[in-house]
């Protein structure tokens, strides 16, 4: 397991993107922070100057594990 702290894009809206944090609390930042390219259910870090960044590989591997759990569930 990563000591990585992930933040997940909730939504974007009017120039502000609201973030799930690691502490799983929702916080509002200025669209300007994050990646041109980021959209609603991406998964982003901090890199070492404490930029966003997105990290697609902890985005596919969730996007498994929700897509196992679902075929579980339902089959």
Do not use: H, T, W
């Amino acid at each position: 397991m990563s000591n990585r702290e992930y933040y997940s894009v909730s939504r974007i809206e009017d120039g502000i993107a609201v973030l799930e944090c690691p502490d799983k609390i929702f916080r509002e930042f200025s669209l300007d922070l994050l990646p041109l390219d980021a959209v609603e259910g991406n998964v982003l870090i901090k890199d070492e100057n404490g930029q966003f960044v997105l990290d697609r590989d902890e985005e596919q591997r969730r996007k498994r594990r929700l897509l196992d759990l679902q075929n579980k569930i339902f089959g």
